[in-house]
């Protein structure tokens, strides 16, 4: 029953998301420096065939996916802005890899294989997040049918449990785990909010393997090919809330707890640093920027005013410790695997341009 309440809340959101244009709340001046100068920086980190890759040229098509989501969350797009060409080599990169099966990528390269399936959902999101400003019709037919056949392969890459591994599920041997699950279900609401049809059966899979996920405590484990132990994950539950929160499902049962469970795990001191960091305020921050400054009351009638969070206090305390931890190249580094400032940068980027309401899957 719970499963059935999500999936419908999902695609609650997926229409009024497709369909909003309004804009957000400004960005607070303070802000826009830091803003701007980790963008100059993202920008020169761009090679001259349009890809983005992580340390040691590591995750080259994830890495696109995500840098080109931060530049979308300026504003640009590949018809208009200051980033416009960055943007459309980005797209040319990525629409030049994808394969006859669907997938975007290339398991076969070095810094994919073993993980081509954070790439394919990263690549498909970023995609779907431009499929309506290209101009030139026959690249949006091209376009619409690369993300027809991405939305296939993700899922036939989907595991007989509703989950996504690192590769899909033929290849990885029906293994499955919680971020990579997340991944591929923003990069197929993107799609279907760019007005293509997706399986159904899909999304409806993926939301049954979450609930699935959910430990008595509230928290999203690692993976129920391993047998789903554990009290869960903050950046798993974070992410998790990403996916099934999005425009106003405050009294959604499952989505309360998972937020419940983050509430007690996830520090907002200042940017006190903890495992996956980034990962999980990549996913948090989408969260609560959605829950906005009067949402707590709705999810938690009665709430003391100390226990209440919103958009605005999140703000104020994680958006200056970015602003103190940034590098004075406009950078931000740490990450977990090692991958580089190259994927913390475009979260972080994407995370404080959450405000301009730039693309119909952050939107409110």
Not at 27 to 37: A, D, F, L, W
Request: net charge positive.
């Amino acid at each position: 029953m719970r499963s059935a309440i999500l999936l419908g809340a999902l695609v609650c959101v997926c229409v009024a998301l497709g369909g909003s244009s309004a804009r957000a709340d400004e960005i607070p001046g303070k802000y826009r420096p830091t803003i701007q100068k980790g963008l100059d920086w993202l920008v020169k980190q761009q090679f001259r065939d349009g890809h983005w890759e992580a340390q040691g040229g590591q995750y080259p098509v994830s890495m696109t996916g995500l840098a080109g989501i931060a530049l979308l969350s300026e504003g640009s797009t590949m018809r208009e802005g200051k980033y416009s060409e960055n943007i459309k080599k980005a797209v040319d990169w990525l629409m030049a890899r994808a394969m006859p099966n669907g997938m975007i990528g290339n398991p076969n390269i070095p810094g994919e294989a073993g993980r081509y399936m954070y790439g394919h959902g990263f690549g498909t999101l970023f995609l779907a997040s431009v499929y309506g400003d290209e101009p030139d019709g026959e690249r949006r037919k091209k376009l619409e049918d690369i993300l027809t056949r991405a939305a296939k392969f993700t899922r036939d890459a989907q595991t007989n449990r509703g989950g996504w591994g690192y590769v899909s599920a033929r290849d990885g041997g029906n293994f499955d785990e919680g971020s990579v699950t997340v991944t591929q279900v923003q990069a197929l609401r993107a799609v279907r909010n760019a007005g293509i049809p997706v399986p159904a059966e899909a999304i409806k899979d993926a939301i049954k393997y979450l609930e699935q996920s959910t430990s008595a405590q509230g928290g999203v484990v690692y993976s129920l090919a391993q047998g789903g132990g554990g009290s869960g994950q903050p950046a798993l539950t974070a992410a998790a809330i990403a996916c099934g929160f999005g425009a106003g499902e405050y009294n959604n049962p499952l989505v309360k707890k998972w937020f419940q469970f983050c509430q007690t795990r996830i520090p907002l001191l200042g940017g006190a640093r903890f495992g996956h960091d980034e990962y999980t305020h990549f996913y948090y921050a989408q969260a609560l920027y959605a829950l906005g400054d009067n949402g707590y009351d709705k999810m938690f009638p009665g709430s003391k005013e100390a226990d209440k969070l919103s958009w605005k206090k999140y703000r104020q305390v994680m958006f200056e410790a970015m602003m103190k931890s940034q590098g004075s190249d406009g950078s931000w580094n740490g990450g977990m695997w090692g991958i580089g400032p190259v994927y913390v940068t475009s979260m972080y980027l994407t995370i404080l341009q959450l405000d301009n309401g730039a693309l119909p899957i952050y939107q409110r």
